[in-house]
């Protein structure tokens, strides 16, 4: 059974560093399409990375763009964030969602996780993320 499990949150001050894991069970991370969400407080849940083996394609909104990295790591069977020079913006719930088990190894891109917010169902806990001072 596909498991993600989100961990690695917590409260940071603005301009700090977190690095977010995502292990992955049941299936194997050779062949991946990964997203990266998150959701802040009455907002709506919103993609901030992904990563495709398919093309070895990856995306970032311009939100994030230049301060957050997806990675991956096969042998841990894990998915990191490193998430650095973090804003108060930055706080929500983030979540790891595995894009291959709705669209198939498709590429990043911004429309395929524009989509996975509304056809995406095996969300797991998510990770708090707070950026204050």
């Known amino acids: 059974q596909l498991q993600l499990v989100e961990s690695g949150g917590g409260l940071v001050q603005p301009g700090g560093s977190l690095t977010l894991s995502c292990t992955a069970s049941g299936f194997i991370l050779d062949y991946y399409a990964i997203g990266w969400f998150r959701q802040a407080p009455g907002k709506e849940r919103e993609g901030v990375s992904c990563?495709?083996?398919?093309?070895?394609?990856?995306y970032y909104p311009d939100s994030v763009k230049g301060r957050f990295t997806i990675s991956i790591d096969n042998a841990k069977n894990t998915v990191y964030l490193q998430m650095n020079n973090l804003k108060p913006e930055d706080t929500g719930i983030y979540y790891c969602a595995d894009l291959s088990a709705v669209f198939g190894l498709v590429g990043c891109r911004r429309s395929v996780l524009a989509q996975a917010r509304v056809l995406y169902s095996y969300w797991g806990q998510g990770t708090q993320v707070t950026v204050s001072s």
């Open positions: 990563a495709a083996s398919s093309d070895g394609s990856t």
